[in-house]
T-cell receptor
């Protein structure tokens, strides 16, 4: 079974530029999560999708971050414009159903904003 | 809000047991998890425990839960160099609830030869 795929693995941009990350969850998984992991901290949930609908985006900085999952499969997370404090690893995870206890994580995208 | 605390570092000798501790604040935590993160990789679920359990054993891993003290521990028996990683404790509420996974800051386990 293929795992959660993410790209790119690394990205370096200057502040005020835009960036987008892509995630392909495990086939058949209805729930998709985006997390931000700042160095030395645990992951923090940014947004959760159930199929193509948003379940929770309470911690997403909506003035600069956006995410979509148009067909209920792949998802894109965008930052526009980026700030220095957005430097982090962005992790995507998926689970089989909303109540599932297990989330499967992708390898993450390491973003450096200079 | 929910808070999960862990010590930052732990060093053990190869072959010894490792014990990683975690405390949490929310008494409504339903599931408690241990994740492992190796350098450059995502998080791997190691094990989890439901809040009505005191202990769970899975091969070299033993999870102990003291719900009264809101204390969770992970014991790794016969620790190997491949166990060197960051270990995250996490908790969540009831499945389907609005309570999402809340992670601690992670414990860096170093296994010395």
């Amino acid at each position: 079974e293929a795992g959660v795929a993410q790209s790119p693995r690394y990205k370096i941009i200057e502040k005020r530029q835009s960036v987008a990350f892509w995630c392909n969850p495990i086939s058949g998984h209805a729930t998709l999560y985006w997390y931000q992991q700042i160095l030395g901290q645990g992951p923090k949930l940014l947004i959760q999708f159930q199929n193509n609908g948003v379940v929770d985006d309470s911690q997403l900085p909506k003035d600069r971050f956006s995410a979509e999952r148009l067909k209920g499969v792949d998802s894109t997370l965008k930052i526009q414009p980026a700030k220095l404090e957005d430097s982090a690893v962005y992790l995507c995870a998926s689970s089989g159903y909303r109540g599932s206890y297990e989330q499967y994580f992708g390898p993450g995208t390491r973003l450096t904003v200079t | 809000g929910e808070d999960v605390e862990q010590s930052l570092f732990l060093s053990v000798r190869e072959g010894d047991s490792s014990v990683i501790n975690c405390t949490y604040t929310d008494s409504s935590s339903t599931y408690l998890y241990w994740y492992k993160q190796e350098p450059g990789a995502g998080l791997q679920l190691l094990t989890y425990i439901f809040s009505n359990m005191d202990m769970k054993q899975d091969q070299r891993l033993t999870v102990l839960l003291n719900k009264k003290d809101k204390h969770l521990s992970l014991r790794i028996a016969d620790t190997q160099t491949g166990d060197s990683a960051i270990y995250f404790c996490a908790e969540r509420g009831l499945p389907g609830s609005a309570r999402q996974l809340t992670f601690g800051s992670g414990t860096q386990l170093t296994v010395l030869p």
